[in-house]
């Protein structure tokens, strides 16, 4: 009789075992996974940056490393705001403080009485002006490249990223005359 109640708890014992096993195993799983998601995302937040230098009459000039859709504002900000010589006037007449920046924009702020040559204006006008980054532009910014319509700018959006500007030729998406004439005004 002693033997009958030995088989049903054996039994039991080992389907609470193997119960245990899997709900162990799981919940290790899945804390597994978080911490890898939880680093995964850390290294693309690290990467998603553009790095703007902020110069002239700013309180910290240097170089920054910004939110991607960061705004001229926003960096100037960074950068501790206008220091006590900046021309506010020229300022306001030339520069749009709400433009969104690319990777390796440049923003110059004038002092009084500073004179403005026409590259010095063209940097405060379009801080930007020297590349639109093909990893980080909006379409709208790609489609103001010479030889690149929707079709194009959706395809370099959709092949992203680029580990070098000469990709946008090896994987078929513009052709080499199209990047020969851009090749100067765009960046990583």
Do not use: C, W
């Amino acid at each position: 009789m002693i033997d009958r109640f030995k088989i049903p708890v054996a039994l039991t014992i080992i389907a609470v075992s193997f119960i245990a096993f899997g709900i162990y195993h799981t919940i290790n799983k899945n804390n597994r996974n978080s911490v890898k998601f939880i680093e995964d995302e850390t290294i693309a937040s690290k990467s998603a940056t553009i790095v703007v230098h902020v110069a002239g009459a700013v309180l910290n000039p240097g170089v920054y490393d910004l939110a991607p859709q960061t705004r001229v504002g926003e960096a100037i900000e960074k950068a501790g705001g206008f220091a006590n010589n900046a021309d506010k006037v020229k300022v306001d007449k030339i520069l749009n403080l709400a433009q969104i920046l690319n990777d390796g924009a440049k923003i110059y702020i004038p002092s009084l009485g500073e004179e403005i040559t026409q590259l010095t204006q063209e940097i405060i006008i379009n801080p930007d002006i020297n590349s639109i980054s093909i990893n980080n532009a909006s379409k709208t910014d790609l489609m103001n490249l010479t030889g690149i319509g929707e079709v194009r700018a959706d395809k370099i959006i959709n092949n992203r990223p680029y580990g070098s500007l000469s990709e946008l030729v090896e994987k078929k998406i513009i052709s080499q005359s199209v990047y020969n004439e851009i090749k100067d005004k765009i960046s990583l």
